[in-house]
Structures are given as C-alpha cells and as structure tokens.
C-alpha cells in the first residue's frame, strides 16, 4: 500500500512544486513505484516534467468530478518508475463544482483509492492556499511536508497551517502525520539564513528534516527543461539534497531497501 505525502504551504514560493517533483524523481530513481499528483491548477508539476498542461486531455479535474478514473488519467514520465497525474487550469473551477456536494473533501481520496496499492509512494504538490483542493489532498494523505524558506519570514502563516492541519486531524484524517519540517533555499553564506534554520529546529526539534535544501541554480534551470533536477545534473548539489531528503524519509519509515 502506498504512502500518499502531501507537499502543503499556504505561503508561496517556498518550494512546494519543486520538492514535489524532485523528492518524487529521487525516490523513483532509489527504484520505488511513485506517483505524482499535481493539485495545484498552476500545473507547475506538470510543466516541469515536460507535460505541455494544454495537451492533458484528463487529469486531476475528471478524477475528482467523476469523469474520468485516475487509471485513465495516469500517464508515464521520462523518469523510471516515475508516474504522473497531471492537471490543467480548469482545476481552479473543480473547487466551485464541489462546494455544495456532500463530503466534499473525500473526493480525491476515492479517486485514487483504486490505484494507491500500485505504488509505493504518493506525493501530491497542493496549491499555494487552504482551499477545497488542498483540504482534498490533507484528507487522502497519511503524511504532510512543509517546505519553509530560510528567509525573515519563513514562520510567517505556518501557525494557520499547523492549526488547518489540527483540524483536518479532528474532522477528517485521523491518521494524518507531520511528515517533517523541510528548509529550502537554503545560503549557508547568510547568517540571517542560519539564524533561521536554528531558530524552526529550536522551536520544532525533531519536527524539521536534518536534509537541508540549499539554493542551487540546476534546480532553478531544470523545470525550464521539463526535467527534475535529479534528471537534469544527478551531480549537481541539489539533485544530491533530494536524494538526501529521500534517503531520510525512507529510514524515518523503516523502508530502506
């Protein structure tokens, strides 16, 4: 049965889309089933897996209104391994259609019930809010990663998330975890950057990933590639920091192979 994480911040530009792809391209190249759900009707996940969003003829939008099964949307990448259910812009419109239906936040996690056991991980990349979609994605998740950028505002709405999180937990997923903390763009040269990480590890403790995801201009080139980093320069240290956060994900589950 596959583990679903989802990748969650209401902020945005902390890195969500790119932790997304990179850690699903990372596990799939340490040879695990992965899929990847692009929720956020940007289709930035999509994109930069080389995925034109206009060509996606079913994807997130026809799983969860019914259209479509996610078998049928489901489509291969470049990447062993490595499969992806992309979406196109009209998702924005999904949350509007869903309103007023009765249990609404299940809907995603019905659509890919029938395909979880096909992988051994499910990362879904959720859009930069705490509307329908993303409540959709915390309710199929076991597990939730939050990015935060090492910048002066890094905690800037992370309470509302946590308390959104707290919520979910109460009403929806019992069973919903904090998969960890996540630092991204991170500059060792900038002490405000390092005051930064000592300030979320102080207060979080075990919480954050020792991984840390340093700025690194391959991860920045590769999506423009349609490519994750891990396929664009596996040399490169951010393809590195991935598959560090891979490896780190992989023994906090017990699931070194």
């Keep these: 049965m596959g583990k679903i994480i989802s990748i969650a911040n209401q902020k945005g530009g902390v890195g969500k889309t790119t932790t997304a792809t ?48 996610a078998d ?41 019930e029938p395909v979880k056991d096909n992988y051994d ?8 809010s705490l509307g329908l979609i993303t409540l959709n994605a915390l309710a199929a998740s076991d597990s939730v990663i939050i990015p935060i950028q090492s910048e002066y505002f890094a905690l800037e ?9 707290r919520i979910v937990q109460t009403r929806l997923n019992p069973q919903l975890s ?11 040269r900038l002490r405000l950057a390092r005051q930064v990480v000592d300030d979320v590890r102080g207060h979080f403790k075990h919480m954050v990933f020792d991984t840390l995801i340093y700025r690194n201009i391959k991860i920045a080139e590769a999506p ?32 070194k192979k």
Excluded: W
């Design 22 to 69: 990179n850690l699903s391209a990372a596990l799939a190249v340490l040879e695990y089933q992965v899929l990847l759900i692009d929720a956020d009707p940007q289709a930035n996940a999509t994109s930069g897996l080389g995925i034109d969003p206009e060509s996606v003829d079913k994807g997130v939008y026809e799983c969860l209104l019914g259209h479509a099964s």
């Design 72 to 112: 049928d949307c489901i489509i291969d990448t470049d990447t062993p391994n490595l499969s992806l259910l992309p979406t196109r812009i009209d998702l924005v419109g999904a949350e509007l259609e869903l309103v007023n239906e009765k249990q609404r936040e299940y809907f995603l996690k019905r659509a890919i």
């Design 121 to 128: 991980f499910i990362i879904i990349d959720c859009s930069p």
């Design 157 to 165: 709405g992370l309470g509302k998330l946590l308390n959104t999180i």
């Design 178 to 188: 904090i998969e960890g903390l996540l630092i991204t763009m991170y500059d060792s």
């Design 224 to 255: 423009s590639y349609g490519k994750s980093v891990i396929m664009y320069d596996a040399t490169c240290s951010g393809a590195i920091n991935y598959i560090n956060l891979a490896n780190e994900i992989l023994r906090r589950n017990n699931l």
